[in-house]
């Protein structure tokens, strides 16, 4: 029997990272929006690592930032420490990463989700999504709720027909025993989305007052105050550290004695797991001949004594966790408060979406988050904003918000899902951005906040800031050209970078593009140069010091930025386009790209094929 839930113009499937940043976006553009979650105490919830950021992960959060997100907010209000890594490597890979209290992000997410005009929040399950002449038009919960709505997004993450596993005991359930989500992957095959089977896991936790920290290494977070979010006045301190132990060839044994009991090596687990965040159990094999493997002991929270063990994620039974932790150094007497477990899960092929994340086959239904084959809170959340954004311009009948490869890293992460797909959890790296030179976390503002504000998410008091910032670093970078130091003060700032003297003076920018001369020194000797705010300041000298690389780099994007100009005609048969090899007519029939630039990173289309496109629309035998 159901019954009226309601009518919204948005309806958002999960309220996990994916979800929070969808329904907040959609209510923020001015749309009447339902956030259904299966249990609002998971709101948020960060079933592993508690840390935000990381190597490339940290670009993710400052481009949603820049955008008018919230998760860099919510991870400065809640963070315990804050990391920028690679520093000691070019600026296009340094990222920052803190350790969250946990349950501190999601009240703090909560709070904001809550609090949100035009946003209702509500505790159900989704059985099935509602068509109407092939558009979405709503959802039906198991409980009976039938909700109208011109919009629908799903970010169900982990949760659908989800099952842990620690060694033979297993439950059909979520994460960390939340109810898991029963119906939905068949609503989903019946609109035509094919389901693929993936997994993740999770070490075991630890009481931190049974640990000897004097057996382990602390690692404090940076003296300098960082934070994601370009609003963040006050930056986080790094009051709480982490511990660095290792495994040794004692754990090693008893993981190899025990593997047959290992739900994963013993082939009850039929997901694909992700290569980047490999299980203990997986590094013992793979790495047979490291004779140690680094664990850290994160902290979970200010208000619990629950520790997270990073890097002994796990799924051999609880008795055989408890020994091999035993074996750590400083885990000697530890009390495991919850042991790892692995999780395996229905997520969709993300082939289906078009890089709006939309469903090409469903108008009106989008999909962002786990359930297109990432992972991650960073990955999710960036695809919640940016499906969330379009799911309201298709309800306002706007032109979509598509973001490429040379403008974020979102950009790239929608176009490797959407065009070359996944065949296991994809985890964003530098690596995959061929545009990293330009694509820094420090200037993602710079990149996106123009985009956020003609979309109608980036607020008055946002934009007022950025525009302030924007026009001080132009300020500064045009002083900088013009400021010339006479020949002694040029020298004088030499020498003490034990630089050899030159009969010449310098304008500041030169002086600058010199290694290890700062913004701040050569204000000193030159104080017509505006003062900046270290974040500022920050842009401003990698911009000049690196940029001959980032002209070589704009080259490249504006070459490439051609092909993607490049229209392709939809539902096109290329069977029928002679000179292309049967494996592109089959791939670019099936995917319908919409630019040349996409077809060549369609893997199995070859430069050959793209050629063959680019003469028949040349030739007009491929037209709209
Ligand atoms: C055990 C485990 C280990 C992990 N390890 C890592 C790791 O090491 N590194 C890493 O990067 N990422 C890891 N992850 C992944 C990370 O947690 C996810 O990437 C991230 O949480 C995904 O966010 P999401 O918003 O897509 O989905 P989730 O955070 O999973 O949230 C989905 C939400 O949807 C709701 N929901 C689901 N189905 C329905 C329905 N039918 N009706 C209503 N509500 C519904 C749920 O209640 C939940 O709130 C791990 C996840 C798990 C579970």
Not at 188 to 202: E, H, N
Not at 501 to 524: A, G, I, N
Not at 540 to 560: A, F
Request: aromatic share 6%; net charge neutral.
């Amino acid at each position: 029997m159901s019954y009226n839930g309601g009518t919204f113009d948005c309806l958002v499937i999960g309220a996990g990272h994916a979800g929070c940043e969808a329904a907040l976006a959609c209510a923020r553009m001015g749309l009447e929006t339902l956030l259904l979650t299966l249990s609002k105490d998971a709101i948020a919830f960060m079933p592993c690592n508690p840390a935000i950021g990381g190597t490339s992960k940290g670009h993710l959060v400052r481009e949603i930032d820049a955008l008018g997100g919230q998760m860099g907010i919510c991870a400065d209000e809640t963070a315990l420490q804050m990391k920028m890594l690679n520093s000691g490597k070019g600026a296009a890979v340094h990222s920052l990463r803190c350790q969250s209290d946990k349950m501190a992000y999601q009240l703090a997410m909560r709070r904001v989700l809550e609090h949100q005009e035009r946003l209702t929040v509500r505790q159900d399950e989704v059985a099935e999504i509602l068509t109407e002449n092939g558009r979405v038009c709503g959802a039906l919960t198991a409980q009976g709720a039938e909700i109208k709505a011109r919009s629908v997004i799903v970010a169900t993450g982990v949760y659908l027909k989800s099952r842990i596993l620690t060694g033979e005991w297993e439950r059909d359930c979520g994460p960390s025993g939340f109810v898991n989500a029963r119906f939905l992957s068949e609503s989903l095959q019946k609109l035509g989305l094919s389901l693929q089977r993936f997994k993740t896991g999770t070490p075991a936790r630890v009481d931190g007052r049974t640990l000897d920290y004097d057996k382990m290494e602390a690692q404090w977070g940076e003296k300098t105050p960082y934070s994601f979010s370009f609003l963040t006045r006050e930056a986080v301190q790094s009051p709480v550290p982490c511990y660095l132990t290792y495994t040794n060839t004692r754990t090693h044994e008893i993981i190899l004695k025990n593997l047959d009991r290992s739900p994963m090596y013993g082939g009850k687990i039929k997901g694909t797991g992700t290569r980047y965040c490999p299980s203990i159990e997986d590094k013992i094999v793979r790495f047979a001949d490291k004779d140690r493997h680094q664990l850290f002991v994160e902290p979970e929270g200010l208000y619990t004594t629950e520790k997270y063990l990073q890097g002994l994620s796990s799924s051999l039974p609880a008795d055989v966790q408890i020994e091999m932790i035993h074996t750590i150094p400083g885990l000697e007497r530890a009390s495991v408060v919850r042991p790892g477990y692995a999780i395996e899960y229905d997520c969709i092929d993300p082939l289906a979406l078009a890089p709006t994340l939309g469903v090409k086959a469903v108008p009106g239904l989008f999909c962002a988050g786990q359930i297109n084959g990432s992972s991650g809170y960073e990955e999710a959340a960036a695809q919640g904003l940016l499906a969330g954004v379009n799911a309201a311009l298709f309800v306002k009948n706007e032109k979509p918000l598509i973001l490429s490869r040379s403008e974020s890293y979102i950009g790239v992460l929608a176009d490797d899902l959407t065009v070359k797909g996944t065949k296991e959890p994809y985890r964003m790296m530098t690596s995959r951005a061929e545009f990293r030179q330009t694509l820094r976390q420090d200037n993602a503002d710079l990149r996106l906040t123009e985009i956020g504000r003609a979309v109608g998410l980036v607020t008055d008091e946002r934009y007022a800031a950025f525009c302030e910032k924007r026009e001080n670093q132009a300020q500064a970078a045009r002083k900088l050209k013009n400021t010339r130091l006479s020949r002694e003060d040029s020298n004088a700032l030499l020498r003490a970078h034990g630089q050899g003297e030159t009969p010449q003076s310098f304008t500041c920018e030169e002086l600058l593009r010199r290694k290890d001369v700062s913004y701040r020194e050569l204000r000193q000797v030159a104080p017509a140069l505006p003062r900046l705010t270290d974040a500022e300041a920050v842009t401003v000298e990698t911009d000049v010091k690196y940029e001959g690389y980032i002209k070589k780099q704009e080259l490249q994007i504006r070459q490439t930025e051609k092909l993607e100009k490049r229209r392709l005609p939809q539902n096109t048969d290329y069977a029928k386009l002679p000179g292309l090899r049967l494996e592109a007519r089959q791939k670019l029939t099936k995917q319908q790209p919409t630019t040349v630039g996409q077809a060549s990173r369609i893997s199995g289309v070859s430069p050959a094929d793209i050629a063959v496109l680019l003469v028949a629309l040349e030739k007009g035998d491929l037209h709209e």
